[in-house]
Nanobody, 116 residues
Framework: VQLVESGGGLVQAGGSLRLSCAAS????????MGWYRQAPGKQRELVAS????????QYADSVKGRVTISRDYALYTIYLRMNSLAAEDTAVYYC??????????WGKGTLVTVSS
């Protein structure tokens, strides 16, 4: 499975951004897709995830109400819509896919910088 993220960049505080992640390869094996982020000096943390079979979603408490994860089934692409961005959302955002064997795949990451 290969994952390619796009959509990061510089945004002002209070603004919005949409990240995209396109999966290719053995996509039929994927059971879950999601977004993680890693801020400087911090551990990587889950932002949001979606089960590919049930579409059940999970969000970190810190982003609930501001972030929406969605999926384009035809393109095997997931999106992360982020609103009301704040400085603490500045991080490298990584796309993740987990297959039926619980193997994790990662994209290279896309940087989101929120300026205050």
């Amino acid at each position: 499975v290969q994952l390619v993220e796009s959509g990061g960049g510089l945004v002002q505080a209070g603004g919005s951004l949409r990240l995209s992640c396109a999966a290719s390869g053995s996509t039929s094996y994927i059971m879950n897709m999601g977004w993680y982020r890693q801020a400087p000096g911090k551990q990587r943390e889950l932002v949001a995830s979606m089960c590919t079979t049930t579409s059940a979603t999970q969000y970190a408490d810190s982003v609930k109400g501001r972030v929406t994860i969605s999926r384009d089934y035809a393109l095997y692409t997931i999106y992360l819509r982020m609103n009301s961005l704040a400085a603490e959302d500045t991080a490298v955002y990584y796309c993740n896919a987990r297959d039926y064997r619980n193997l994790d795949y990662w994209g290279k990451g896309t940087l989101v910088t929120v300026s205050s």
